[in-house]
Nanobody, 124 residues
């Protein structure tokens, strides 16, 4: 069974940083595309960042492009999201997702497996 477990969330002040981790129980992890999404209460789930399975290509939503960095460590079957210069509007549950098809996608439907999420709260 594929499992994704996020960690690293917490409460930070605006301008602070957090590093999220997603530990994946996937034997063929290296061929999966990985993504981060977020969902705030009463809002739709939205794409944050993704990284491809092969060459490490990345893609970000515009609002985080200059502040967030997605990376992966295939040996540790882990994907990371480094978040800097956090803003109150970044407050949400952040969810890790894995796609069997390894290309980058911003679409929720592209991803096959999801973690339960980790809460990020940015105070003003």
């Amino acid at each position: 069974q594929v499992q994704l477990v996020e960690s690293g969330g917490g409460l930070v002040q605006a301008g602070g940083s957090l590093r999220l981790s997603c530990a994946a129980s996937i034997r063929t992890f290296s061929v999966y595309a990985m993504g981060w999404f977020r969902q705030a209460p009463g809002k739709e789930r939205e794409f944050v960042a993704a990284i491809s399975f092969s060459d490490g290509r990345t893609y970000y939503r515009d609002s985080v492009k200059s502040r967030f960095t997605i990376s992966r460590d295939n040996a540790k079957t882990t994907v990371f999201l480094q978040m800097n210069s956090l803003k109150p509007e970044d407050t949400a549950v952040y969810l890790c997702a894995a796609a069997v098809r390894g290309g980058i996608s911003t679409s929720i439907s592209h991803y096959d497996y999801w973690g339960q999420g980790t809460q990020v709260t940015v105070s003003s």
